[in-house]
């Protein structure tokens, strides 16, 4: 009976061993975040590009079933659509956090795997979905990041044993800042810092005066801060403006990244670390096969795009779509739901383009996603830590 | 993606060497009570054409904040192209939006004042939406800024340290109340308004040109509005939606105050400044918003005509 079986089943795979495999993609191609959906996108499918040239699953080449998620409704109604009229079985997704979260309570209740490359709130995979799996890292991930990065090497900057640091945590309220000082409290504990203030805010704030003048109160010698551009930069100029003095401000993603930080703050943005995924790492630091193939990546998406950086969102994007094409979908198989989902839960693979590693726990989170830590000097964001990827050592610690 | 208009380096008005933890609480509060009222004057700046609009056209306008948005654009737009301070750019922002209001108010206002009042609801929210919208189109998401050499500048008087630009606004402000005050009280235009907002049928028995004081009224507002923008220029970055952040708290100081009153939304706009200050430094800033949005609920329920109101002014005529 199995013999027969697996005879049957073998016919059946060698029939089917040119067919292509579908597979769907769910990004924002239109409306507000169009032009980062597009980018995350062209990496998803430069990914595909590299995987068919090299034979593609199993001789089987790779097709995108592609849909547009202007916003979360449509990520819900699209992904119901991939599934029930186009009958893809795995879909990529998402960019935004809600277009993941829509997204996966209908790829769930369906028994179809979202591969989620890019959304990064922590909701994601803590609904016990069995068909999900992220290969990025989380929001809380970032503020454990933080906290590691302040007990690792600031305090060795500052010449002050960690636990004898005084750290305060500033966030904006949304579950955005709220996920990240989670993760650092958590961490802090592990860590034994001292944690002396945490402080939420609105990001819609006009002023955060008193916040300032609250914290000055507690004298912290680190600042952990999570914030948008608008507020990250309100809060930096009162902090100078009502004197509140800090050893060091380890920024939480998104606004101390940003472009406009170093431009607002001109000096004083000189020696603000800030936490986000890594992004363009030097690829003489990868192994010798990452290297080659981060470097194709790269020259494909400049040569078929444009530019003379890849963005983040077509890196991180391509890292997750990558492994599931190269590395997961080989190993089950087919585009079963469930092989890939027992694929995936088997994967251990010591290292991507972006230096992650990718091996899931059991609510389907990367845990080798880790973000990295930079820092602003002279207008320009260097990567600093971990030593491993870093282009430059922390320096300009204290801050003057 | 950056856009950033720059006029050379930037000296401070003091050198601001940050003391670390030297704060008493005498020092701590006295300071929190002067930056509580510099930003409560910015929200005075905001509300009182916000007042006046409602006050005489019984209208809320729901895209003041965008006409604030608008304002600041134009005093961004004026820097970075012709590198006009932002201060003197006022003395072009301010007519430009006044004729804006003009516009606005005979295209879309006034067609609808007799109408029931979800329609006039519908109306500025609708304008707000549009120009957010065409801002965004033409402008895009990213955030502008105009870095004047004085906008990190600090003033220290005593122990207490205040941000200068935050002063010339509230200078600004309460110049401004002053004299829309005065207007009101002493000019015949004015003496109309006040008529038209008592009882604009009886207004207009009294041979008051009603439909030319909704529009000046209105255009004021607008004019106001604007001078605000261009004072808050150098403190904050300028973007397509940054009017709901100070429209939200605008509403609150105007109600506190008084719909209609000038000297209501300047109290109101200083009590609020206040309010979240206190909430903030004593409490913590989670409490910030909710404190001011309490003491609205509270307002709402004991006195809804808020400080100097008109008894039954917040009422539909």
Same mark, same amino acid.
């Given at each position: ?5 697996? *005879? ?24 507000? &975040? ?15 590009? &590299? ?68 959304? *990064? ?13 992220? @290969? ?144 363009? &790492? ?36 391509? @890292? ?19 092989? &890939? ?60 | ?23 008493? !609480? ?35 306008? %729901? ?15 004026? /820097? ?26 005979? $295209? ?21 939406? $549009? ?11 990213? %955030? ?12 220290? $008087? ?77 403190? /904050? ?11 939200? !708290? ?12 000038? !000297? ?7 009590? $609020? ?8 430094? /004593? ?8 404190? /001011? ?10 006195? !809804? ?13």
């Amino acid at each position: 009976m199995l013999l027969v079986g697996s *005879i049957l089943s073998g016919c059946a795979k060698n029939q089917a061993s040119s067919e292509p495999i579908k597979v769907g993609t769910l990004f924002p191609r239109s409306g507000n &975040i169009a032009m980062l959906g597009e980018q995350a996108w062209r990496g998803a499918d430069i990914a595909r590009q &590299i995987v068919n040239e090299a034979g593609g699953v199993n001789g089987r080449p790779i097709e995108f079933v592609d849909a547009d998620a202007p916003t979360s409704q449509a990520a819900a109604t699209e992904a119901e659509r991939l599934i029930s009229q186009q009958g893809v079985k795995v879909i990529i997704g998402s960019l935004t956090s809600g277009n993941a979260l829509a997204a996966s309570a209908v790829t769930e209740r369906n028994g179809v795997v979202l591969w989620e490359t890019s959304g *990064i709130s922590d909701e994601i995979t803590k609904k016990g979905y069995q068909y999900l799996f992220r @290969t990025c890292d989380r929001g809380s991930d970032r503020g454990r990041a933080g906290m590691r990065v302040i007990a690792d090497a600031v305090a060795a900057q500052l010449n002050i044993p960690a636990s004898q640091l005084k750290i305060a945590l500033v966030n904006e309220d949304s579950s955005y800042g709220e996920a990240q000082v989670a993760g650092a409290k958590e961490e802090a504990a592990k860590l034994g810092l001292n944690i002396v203030a945490q402080e939420a805010y609105s990001s819609s704030a006009t002023d955060l005066s008193a916040l300032v003048l609250r914290l000055k109160n507690v004298a912290p010698d680190v600042i952990f801060a999570v914030g948008y551009i608008n507020d990250a930069t309100l809060f930096w100029n009162q902090a100078h403006q009502y004197g509140l003095s800090v050893k060091a401000l380890v920024g939480g993603g998104a606004g101390y990244t940003d472009p406009q930080f170093a431009v607002v703050e001109g000096k004083n943005a000189d020696g603000v670390l800030a936490i986000d995924m890594p992004t363009g &790492i030097d690829s003489s630091k990868l192994s010798p096969e990452n290297k080659e193939l981060a470097d194709k990546f790269r020259s494909m998406y400049l040569e078929q795009y444009g530019g003379d950086k890849v963005p983040l969102s077509a890196e991180v994007v391509f @890292t997750g779509t990558y492994t599931l094409l190269h590395d997961v979908l080989p190993a089950a198989g087919s585009d079963d739901p469930d092989k &890939i989902v027992a694929a995936a839960k088997a994967i251990d693979v010591p290292e991507t383009i972006m230096g992650w590693s990718v091996k899931f726990d059991e609510t389907g989170q990367n845990t080798g996603a880790q973000p990295v830590v930079y820092q602003w000097m002279n207008g320009t964001l260097s990567l600093v830590w971990p030593e491993k990827w870093a282009t430059k050592a922390i320096e300009g610690l204290p801050l003057q | 993606m950056a856009v950033v208009a720059t006029m050379g380096p930037e000296p401070a008005l003091l050198s601001a060497r940050p003391i670390a933890g030297d704060v008493k !609480p005498v020092t701590g509060f006295l300071q929190v009570l002067v930056s509580g009222l510099l930003s409560g004057g910015i929200y005075a700046v905001v509300s009182v054409g916000l007042t006046l609009i409602f006050g005489v056209l019984k209208l809320v306008n %729901f895209a003041h904040g965008d006409f604030l948005m608008v304002s600041m654009y134009m005093s961004f737009w004026l /820097y970075s192209a012709l590198s006009v301070n932002p201060y003197v750019g006022a003395l072009f922002v301010v007519p430009l939006m006044f004729a804006f209001g003009v516009l606005i108010q005979r $295209i879309l206002m006034k067609p609808i004042l007799e109408a029931p009042h979800v329609v006039q609801i519908f109306a500025t929210m609708g304008l707000s939406m $549009i120009l957010q919208n065409a801002a965004l189109l033409l402008f895009k998401a990213d %955030f502008r800024n105009v870095r004047v050499p004085f906008a990190a500048s600090v003033l220290q $008087i005593g122990g207490i340290r205040l941000s200068l630009v935050h002063v010339v606004a509230f200078l600004v402000a309460m110049t401004a109340a002053v004299v829309l005050y005065a207007f009101l009280q002493s000019t015949d235009m004015g003496k109309a308004m006040r008529a038209v907002s008592m009882n604009a049928r009886a207004a207009k028995l009294m041979g008051i040109n009603v439909d030319r004081v909704y529009l000046v009224a209105y255009s004021l507002g607008i004019a106001l509005v604007g001078l605000a923008g261009v004072f808050l220029t150098p403190i /904050y970055p300028i973007y397509p939606t940054i009017g709901l952040n100070f429209a939200n !708290p605008a509403f609150v100081c105007v109600v506190l105050g008084g719909l209609g009153s000038v !000297p209501g939304a300047v109290l109101g706009g200083l009590t $609020i400044g206040l309010v979240e200050a206190m909430t903030a430094y /004593y409490a913590g800033s989670q409490f910030q918003q909710a404190a /001011y949005f309490l003491i609205f609920l509270v307002v709402l329920v004991i006195r !809804p005509y808020g400080f100097f109101g008109r008894k039954g002014a917040e009422v539909a005529q």
